[in-house]
C-alpha cells in the first residue's frame, strides 16, 4: 500500500502532457464539428502514439512512434474482426497478447509499444466490426498516429543534437549531484547511513550515462562522417565515465578513512563541493546559451586519495577545454578511448530461453487476458474490453509489482469515476466539457511518470465521459469502476497463481553476476587493458549490480525476514563497493603477487555464490606488503565472505 501511493523524484513533463493533449483532442474536435463520430479512432490513436514517445533523440522517437502506429493499426483491424465470432475471439487474444509481451525482451521502450498494441487489440475486439468499418478504424488511427509523430517530432524546434546536448549534460548534472552530496557527508563522516545515503544518486548518475550513451549511439548511427560537435559530445561522454569511477573511488577512499576512525584529508568537503559547482557548470554550459566562467578547481589533498583528487582535476579540465570547443566551434581535446563496443543486443531467441523471465511473463499475460475476455462474454458485461484492458495494464513481470500497479488502477479509476459523475452533473456546456476534457489529459500525461494511481484518477473522467457522450447515457461510471475491480482482481490472482517470480531463488545468481563481472573489472584494472575495456568491465559492474538491488527492493517490499535480508543488503553494497576499491587499484597497483591473490579469492567467492556452498574462508594477506587501496580491497572482500556464509 505504501508502495502504491510514493511519489516518484521526477518533476511533471508538462510539453508531453500537452502534446499528448492536443493529439488526441484535434481529431475529436473536428468530428465533433464535422459530424464524423468515426474520428474517435484518429484521436485514441493520437493519444496511445504520444504515450509510447520514449523521448531522448529525434530518430529514436519516430522509430518507435511510427512503429507503435504500425503495430496499432493491425491491431485496430484484427481485433474488430476477431472480436465478430466469439470463438475466433478467444485464441485470436491468446495469440495476440503472447506476442506483444514477447517483445518486451527487447527493452522498455519495446514493452510499452507492446502494451499499448495489445490495449488496442483489446478495446476494438470488445466493440467488433466488419472489415469495411475495421478498415475505416485503423485508417483512422493511422492517421492519428502520424498528426502525433508531426507534433512530436517536426512541429516543435528540429535539432539533431539538441536532446544528445540535453542528455550529456543530465549526465552531468547527475555526477555533480552525488559530489554536492558527498561534500554534505564529508562534514559528518562517521554516520555510516550518510555514506549509504550516496548510493542511489551513484545509480542515478549510472542511468544517466546509460541514457547519454544511447542517445549519442542513435545520433551518429548512419553518419559517414563525424561532426564537429559530435565528437565533443563523445568526448565528454567519455570523460565522464573516467571521472565517475575515479569519484567513486575517491569517495570509497574517504569512507574507508572515515570507518577507521581516521581523519578525512583536510578540506576534503570543500574539494567535492568545488568538483560540484565545476560539473554543473559544465552540464548548464552544455545546454544553456550565454556565457560561463568555466575552470577546472584546484584540488589540495595528501595520502592515498591525492592521486584520485589529481586525476578528478585533470578530467574536469579536459571537459573545460571540450565544452569550450562546443561551444565555439573550435577544435578541442581527442576522446579519451574509453568508449567500448557496443554489445549485442538481445533477440526474441532469448525470450525462449529456459526459465525466461520474459516468456513466463507472455503466458501469464495471455492466460489472464484471455480468461477475463471468456468471463466477460459469459456475463455479458457492457464495455467488457475495459477488464481485459486493466488485466493488460496491471499484470507487470514481478507480483509484488503488479500488487502496487493494480492498487493504484483500482484507486485512480474509483477516484476519477467520482470526478466524472461530478463533471456530468455540473457540466453541460460542450466548450467548457471540452476543455476541462483537454486540462485532464494534459495533467495526466504530464504526472504520469510521477504517480501511475494520479494519472489514472486524470485520466479516467475523460474516457468515460468520451463513452458516455456516444453512448447517449451516464451510466458508465458504475461499469467502469465494477469492470476495473474484476480486471485488477484477476491480474492479482495471475500474478500470484502463474509462475510467480520468487526473487529469493534468483538472489544467488544475481549477487554472482556482480562478484563475476567485479573479477572482470579488476582483470582489465591489474593488466592494463586501456581505458575503453576498463569503462565497459565498470559498467558492466554497475548494470549488475543494478539489478540485484532491484530484485532485493522487491525482496524487502514482501516483507521477507530480516535474517534473510541482511546479508543480501551487505553483499549487494558491497559488490558496488568493490568496484570502487578496484578502479582506485589503477592508480596504486599490488605486487602482481598479491593481485594474482585478489582474483583468486574473487573467483572463489563468485563461484559460492552460484552454487550456494559454504564460501572458502579468505586467506590472509598481511604477509605481503600492498598500498591502502589493495588492503582496503582485501577487507572488502572478507566482509562479502562473512556475508556469503550467513546467506547460506
Same mark, same amino acid.
Given at each position: 500500500?505504501?508502495?502504491?501511493?510514493?511519489?516518484?523524484?521526477?518533476?511533471?513533463?508538462?510539453?508531453?502532457?500537452?502534446?499528448?493533449?492536443?493529439?488526441?483532442?484535434?481529431?475529436?474536435?473536428?468530428?465533433?464539428?464535422?459530424?464524423?463520430?468515426?474520428?474517435?479512432?484518429?484521436?485514441?490513436?493520437?493519444?496511445?502514439?504520444?504515450?509510447?514517445?520514449?523521448?531522448?533523440?529525434?530518430?529514436?522517437?519516430?522509430?518507435?512512434?511510427?512503429?507503435?502506429?504500425?503495430?496499432?493499426?493491425?491491431?485496430?483491424?484484427?481485433?474488430?474482426?476477431?472480436?465478430?465470432?466469439?470463438?475466433?475471439?478467444?485464441?485470436?487474444?491468446?495469440?495476440?497478447?503472447?506476442?506483444?509481451?514477447?517483445?518486451?525482451?527487447?527493452?522498455?521502450?519495446?514493452?510499452?509499444?507492446?502494451?499499448?498494441?495489445?490495449?488496442?487489440?483489446?478495446?476494438?475486439?470488445?466493440?467488433?466490426?466488419?472489415?469495411?468499418?475495421?478498415?475505416?478504424?485503423?485508417?483512422?488511427?493511422?492517421?492519428?498516429?502520424?498528426?502525433?509523430?508531426?507534433?512530436?517530432?517536426?512541429?516543435?524546434?528540429?535539432?539533431?543534437?539538441?536532446?544528445?546536448?540535453?542528455?550529456?549534460?543530465?549526465?552531468?548534472?547527475?555526477?555533480?549531484?552525488?559530489?554536492?552530496?558527498?561534500?554534505?557527508?564529508?562534514?559528518?563522516?562517521?554516520?555510516?547511513?550518510?555514506?549509504?545515503?550516496?548510493?542511489?544518486?551513484?545509480?542515478?548518475?549510472?542511468?544517466?550515462?546509460?541514457?547519454?550513451?544511447?542517445?549519442?549511439?542513435?545520433?551518429?548511427?548512419?553518419?559517414?562522417?563525424?561532426?564537429?560537435?559530435?565528437?565533443?559530445?563523445?568526448?565528454?561522454?567519455?570523460?565522464?565515465?573516467?571521472?565517475?569511477?575515479?569519484?567513486?573511488?575517491?569517495?570509497?577512499?574517504?569512507?574507508?578513512?572515515?570507518?577507521?576512525?581516521?581523519?578525512?584529508?583536510?578540506?576534503?568537503?570543500?574539494?567535492?563541493?568545488?568538483?560540484?559547482?565545476?560539473?554543473?557548470?559544465?552540464?548548464?554550459?552544455?545546454?544553456?546559451?550565454?556565457?560561463?566562467?568555466?575552470?577546472?578547481?584546484?584540488?589540495?589533498?595528501?595520502?592515498?586519495?591525492?592521486?584520485?583528487?589529481?586525476?578528478?582535476?585533470?578530467?574536469?579540465?579536459?571537459?573545460?577545454?571540450?565544452?569550450?570547443?562546443?561551444?565555439?566551434?573550435?577544435?578541442?581535446?581527442?576522446?579519451?578511448?574509453?568508449?567500448?563496443?557496443?554489445?549485442?543486443?538481445?533477440?526474441?531467441?532469448?525470450?525462449?530461453?529456459?526459465?525466461?523471465?520474459?516468456?513466463?511473463?507472455?503466458?501469464?499475460?495471455?492466460?489472464?487476458?484471455?480468461?477475463?475476455?471468456?468471463?466477460?462474454?459469459?456475463?455479458?458485461?457492457?464495455?467488457?474490453?475495459?477488464?481485459?484492458?486493466?488485466?493488460?495494464?496491471?499484470?507487470?513481470?514481478?507480483?509484488?509489482?503488479?500488487?502496487?500497479?493494480?492498487?493504484?488502477?483500482?484507486?485512480?479509476?474509483?477516484?476519477?469515476?467520482?470526478?466524472?459523475?461530478?463533471?456530468?452533473?455540473?457540466?453541460?456546456?460542450?466548450?467548457?466539457?471540452?476543455?476541462?476534457?483537454?486540462?485532464?489529459?494534459?495533467?495526466?500525461?504530464?504526472?504520469?511518470?510521477?504517480?501511475?494511481?494520479?494519472?489514472?484518477?486524470?485520466?479516467?473522467?475523460?474516457?468515460?465521459?468520451?463513452?458516455?457522450?456516444?453512448?447517449?447515457?451516464?451510466?458508465?461510471?458504475?461499469?467502469?469502476?465494477?469492470?476495473?475491480?474484476?480486471?485488477?482482481?484477476?491480474?492479482?490472482?495471475?500474478?500470484?497463481?502463474?509462475?510467480?517470480?520468487?526473487?529469493?531463488?534468483?538472489?544467488?545468481?544475481?549477487?554472482?553476476?556482480?562478484?563475476?563481472?567485479?573479477?572482470?573489472?579488476?582483470?582489465?584494472?591489474?593488466? +592494463?587493458?586501456? !581505458?575503453?575495456?576498463?569503462?565497459? $568491465?565498470? =559498467?558492466?559492474? /554497475?548494470?549488475?549490480? @543494478?539489478? *540485484?538491488? &532491484? #530484485?532485493?527492493?522487491?525482496?524487502?517490499?514482501?516483507?521477507?525476514?530480516?535474517?534473510?535480508?541482511?546479508?543480501?543488503?551487505?553483499?549487494?553494497?558491497?559488490?558496488?563497493?568493490?568496484?570502487?576499491?578496484?578502479?582506485?587499484? +589503477?592508480?596504486? !597497483?599490488?605486487?602482481?603477487?598479491? $593481485?594474482? =591473490?585478489?582474483? /583468486?579469492?574473487?573467483? @572463489?567467492? *563468485?563461484? &559460492? #555464490?552460484?552454487?550456494?556452498?559454504?564460501?572458502?574462508?579468505?586467506?590472509?594477506?598481511?604477509?605481503?606488503?600492498?598500498?591502502?587501496?589493495?588492503?582496503?580491497?582485501?577487507?572488502?572482500?572478507?566482509?562479502?565472505?562473512?556475508?556469503?556464509?550467513?546467506?547460506?
Amino acid at each position: 500500500m505504501r508502495g502504491s501511493l510514493a511519489i516518484e523524484a521526477a518533476r511533471p513533463q508538462w510539453l508531453a502532457g500537452l502534446r499528448a493533449a492536443t493529439a488526441m483532442t484535434v481529431p475529436l474536435i473536428v468530428g465533433w464539428v464535422a459530424r464524423r463520430p468515426e474520428l474517435i479512432w484518429a484521436g485514441l490513436g493520437g493519444w496511445l502514439t504520444m504515450l509510447s514517445d520514449p523521448g531522448g533523440p529525434y530518430p529514436t522517437r519516430a522509430s518507435a512512434m511510427g512503429t507503435f502506429a504500425l503495430m496499432g493499426a493491425a491491431a485496430t483491424l484484427a481485433g474488430g474482426l476477431a472480436g465478430l465470432t466469439p470463438w475466433a475471439a478467444i485464441p485470436a487474444l491468446f495469440a495476440f497478447a503472447m506476442i506483444c509481451s514477447l517483445i518486451r525482451v527487447h527493452g522498455d521502450t519495446a514493452a510499452t509499444i507492446g502494451v499499448l498494441a495489445l490495449t488496442m487489440f483489446c478495446i476494438t475486439e470488445g466493440s467488433p466490426a466488419h472489415l469495411a468499418d475495421s478498415l475505416v478504424r485503423a485508417g483512422m488511427f493511422v492517421a492519428g498516429s502520424f498528426f502525433a509523430i508531426l507534433l512530436a517530432v517536426a512541429v516543435w524546434p528540429f535539432r539533431p543534437y539538441h536532446p544528445v546536448r540535453a542528455a550529456v549534460a543530465a549526465s552531468w548534472m547527475a555526477v555533480g549531484d552525488l559530489a554536492a552530496a558527498a561534500a554534505k557527508v564529508a562534514s559528518s563522516p562517521a554516520d555510516a547511513a550518510a555514506w549509504e545515503s550516496l548510493v542511489p544518486l551513484r545509480r542515478r548518475a549510472r542511468d544517466a550515462l546509460e541514457d547519454a550513451r544511447e542517445a549519442l549511439a542513435v545520433a551518429r548511427a548512419g553518419r559517414h562522417g563525424e561532426t564537429g560537435r559530435g565528437l565533443q559530445l563523445l568526448v565528454l561522454y567519455e570523460i565522464l565515465e573516467l571521472l565517475l569511477g575515479d569519484l567513486a573511488a575517491l569517495l570509497e577512499a574517504l569512507r574507508a578513512r572515515a570507518e577507521r576512525h581516521e581523519p578525512l584529508p583536510p578540506r576534503a568537503g570543500e574539494a567535492l563541493v568545488e568538483i560540484s559547482r565545476a560539473l554543473e557548470a559544465i552540464a548548464e554550459a552544455l545546454v544553456e546559451e550565454g556565457s560561463y566562467a568555466l575552470a577546472a578547481p584546484r584540488l589540495e589533498a595528501s595520502g592515498d586519495s591525492a592521486l584520485l583528487f589529481s586525476r578528478v582535476e585533470g578530467e574536469i579540465r579536459q571537459a573545460v577545454e571540450s565544452v569550450q570547443a562546443l561551444r565555439s566551434g573550435g577544435a578541442g581535446p581527442s576522446p579519451p578511448g574509453a568508449l567500448s563496443f557496443p554489445e549485442e543486443a538481445p533477440s526474441l531467441r532469448d525470450a525462449f530461453a529456459k526459465a525466461s523471465t520474459e516468456l513466463r511473463h507472455a503466458l501469464r499475460v495471455a492466460l489472464v487476458a484471455t480468461l477475463a475476455q471468456f468471463l466477460a462474454t459469459a456475463l455479458r458485461l457492457e464495455r467488457s474490453y475495459w477488464v481485459t484492458v486493466t488485466v493488460v495494464l496491471v499484470l507487470q513481470p514481478h507480483a509484488i509489482a503488479t500488487v502496487r500497479r493494480a492498487l493504484q488502477r483500482a484507486g485512480g479509476t474509483v477516484i476519477g469515476g467520482l470526478i466524472a459523475a461530478l463533471i456530468a452533473r455540473h457540466v453541460r456546456e460542450p466548450l467548457a466539457l471540452g476543455a476541462m476534457l483537454f486540462g485532464l489529459a494534459w495533467i495526466a500525461v504530464s504526472v504520469r511518470r510521477i504517480n501511475y494511481a494520479l494519472f489514472a484518477a486524470l485520466v479516467t473522467p475523460v474516457f468515460v465521459l468520451l463513452a458516455e457522450t456516444n453512448a447517449g447515457g451516464g451510466h458508465l461510471t458504475r461499469i467502469r469502476i465494477l469492470d476495473t475491480l474484476l480486471g485488477g482482481t484477476l491480474a492479482l490472482v495471475g500474478a500470484i497463481a502463474l509462475w510467480p517470480t520468487r526473487d529469493l531463488e534468483r538472489m544467488p545468481a544475481l549477487i554472482a553476476a556482480v562478484l563475476r563481472a567485479d573479477r572482470a573489472y579488476l582483470d582489465a584494472v591489474l593488466h +592494463g587493458k586501456g !581505458p575503453a575495456e576498463a569503462v565497459a $568491465a565498470r =559498467r558492466r559492474v /554497475g548494470l549488475a549490480t @543494478a539489478n *540485484a538491488e &532491484a #530484485a532485493l527492493q522487491r525482496l524487502i517490499a514482501e516483507a521477507m525476514p530480516p535474517a534473510r535480508i541482511e546479508p543480501l543488503m551487505a553483499l549487494v553494497a558491497y559488490g558496488r563497493r568493490l568496484s570502487a576499491s578496484i578502479t582506485a587499484l +589503477g592508480a596504486a !597497483p599490488p605486487s602482481s603477487e598479491y $593481485a594474482a =591473490r585478489l582474483e /583468486g579469492i574473487l573467483d @572463489a567467492l *563468485a563461484d &559460492a #555464490a552460484q552454487s550456494g556452498a559454504p564460501p572458502p574462508p579468505v586467506p590472509p594477506l598481511d604477509d605481503l606488503p600492498a598500498p591502502e587501496p589493495a588492503q582496503r580491497l582485501a577487507r572488502q572482500l572478507r566482509v562479502v565472505q562473512s556475508a556469503l556464509a550467513r546467506l547460506g
